[in-house]
């Protein structure tokens, strides 16, 4: 069965760096599609931060381009997000997600939060 396992978060100063990973139970990932979303408050909708294809085509959010690097190294079972230079509006639950290419089976990791603050 697929589990994603989220670490890193925690507090981060304003312009200094982060890594979180996102490690899968099996090799799911080989075969998906696998993203970050950042949920920023409870009552608002989780928003796609970056997302990394089996084939390794990226895609990010445009608040997190220049600033923000997913990656999958060596195509394992971990995703990572590299952040430099947070600011207060990158704070939130960050979920690692999941997806076949066809859509048929999704997976959410229960998140990290980040705090950005001095």
């Known amino acids: 069965q697929v589990h994603l396992v989220e670490s890193g978060g925690g507090l981060v100063q304003p312009g200094g760096s982060t890594n979180l990973s996102c490690t899968c139970s099996?090799?799911?990932?080989?075969?998906?599609?696998t993203g970050w979303y950042r949920q920023s408050h409870p009552e608002k909708q989780r928003e796609l931060v970056a997302k990394i294809t089996m084939g390794g085509t990226i895609t990010y959010a445009d608040s997190a381009k220049g600033r923000f690097t997913i990656s999958r190294p060596n195509s394992g079972n971990t995703v990572y997000l590299q952040m430099n230079s947070p600011n207060p509006e990158d704070a939130g639950v960050y979920y690692c997600?999941?997806?076949?290419?066809?859509?048929?089976?999704?997976?959410w990791g229960k998140g990290t939060k980040g705090t950005i603050s001095s």
């Open positions: 997600q999941t997806m076949d290419e066809w859509g048929r089976r999704e997976y």
């Open positions: 099996t090799g799911f990932f080989s075969i998906a599609i």
